[in-house]
């Protein structure tokens, strides 16, 4: 049987909708839980859009990004707090357009989910102590 790619699915309906694996862009995005819907891009991206993108090494990534510069653009994982350098347009396959939660479908023009990005990109400083403090009381939690 002949395995379709991420890429060629995107170059053959013009959309991907698959689910993820991992917890980087959480709390947005909860593996088991959505749909993403990830477009083919037309052109350069934009500060906070989130890219799927294949590193180097093969993997798939879906990672936010925070910075857009000249060659390439700087991306890191709403769960994340370790910043990606050198991602270029070359590694970019396609762009989330939409989520989809409980048969709902959230567009990335959402007015609640611009509001999410905007105060999460905002605290992006101090993410490091909330995901640490987050960690901390759940480990309280779990021991009650």
Request: glycine residues 6%.
């Amino acid at each position: 049987m002949n395995k379709t790619t991420f890429e060629e699915i995107i170059q053959r309906d013009g959309k991907l909708i698959y689910t993820n694996k991992g917890d980087s862009m959480m709390p947005l995005i909860k593996e088991g839980r959505d749909l993403l819907v990830i477009s083919r891009t037309d052109g350069r991206l934009k500060k906070y859009d989130v890219p799927l993108y294949k590193r180097d090494s093969g993997q798939y990534v879906l990672h936010r990004i925070i910075k857009v510069r000249k060659n390439d653009y700087v991306i890191c994982g709403d769960n994340r707090y370790h910043k990606e350098y050198g991602i270029t347009d070359r590694h970019i396959i396609g762009v989330l357009t939409a989520v989809i939660r409980n048969g709902k479908e959230i567009s990335v023009t959402n007015r609640r989910y611009r509001l999410y990005v905007h105060v999460w990109y905002f605290l992006f400083p101090v993410r490091a102590f909330i995901m640490r403090a987050r960690n901390v009381i759940r480990r309280i939690e779990k021991k009650r």
